[in-house]
């Protein structure tokens, strides 16, 4: 009898190991999101990874089409060799190249002629990493769903939106230094 495949994992996104918990609910389109997710790698560095935990926990929006498609492909890579790192590649690629990824004013432009192939396609160029066939694992709509149930049960709606140990922070901004993050994370 052949043995059973491993069990899908998806590599938890989350860097530092520090007591304070800084969750931030991003969509890999949105402008500020894109911005706060630049900052991330910084924050870490400034407080110390012993001092900070930082989990990005994807937030999927109606409004940025492809967004379900690009969110299928970051938790992909994460499965990948290199696991969350190759996922912060995809979402630095599609960061790098937003507009390669939405649509004009949401509803228009050349990505109506896009489909979620070629989506995949453009991220597997920008971020060099093979992500088709771990995109089509059915296994993985489980962590696209704990995702949008952890900030449903949250009362995430829109991104960025920003946790500090379990409690939703309006106060933290994407526009903010990290300097005036880390004085909000550490209050």
Not at 11 to 22: K, Q, T
Not at 105 to 127: F, L, Q, V, W
Not at 131 to 141: C, I, K, N, T, W
Request: include cysteine; charged fraction near 20%; glycine fraction near 6%.
């Amino acid at each position: 009898m052949p043995a059973s495949p491993a069990p899908l994992h998806v590599d938890p996104l989350v860097w530092g190991h520090g007591p304070r918990i800084f969750e931030a609910f991003l969509e890999p389109t949105c402008p500020f999101s894109c911005r706060a997710f630049s900052k991330l790698p910084d924050l870490l560095e400034k407080a110390g990874a012993d001092r900070i935990t930082i989990k990005i926990r994807l937030q999927s929006q109606p409004w940025h089409m492809f967004s379900g498609v690009i969110i299928r492909c970051i938790l992909a890579a994460s499965t990948l060799e290199g696991g969350k790192e190759a996922a912060r590649t995809v979402m630095a690629a599609v960061a790098a190249h937003r507009e390669e990824f939405e649509f004009t004013d949401h509803c228009a432009g050349p990505n109506m002629d896009a489909t979620p192939n070629d989506i995949i396609k453009r991220i597997e160029r920008y971020s060099g990493l093979h992500l088709a066939q771990a995109f089509a694992v059915p296994e993985l709509q489980k962590a696209i769903k704990w995702q949008c149930r952890y900030s449903r049960q949250n009362g995430i709606h829109v991104s960025p939106t920003f946790m500090v140990d379990g409690l939703i922070d309006p106060a933290i901004s994407s526009g903010d230094t990290v300097e005036a993050w880390m004085e909000r994370i550490f209050a």
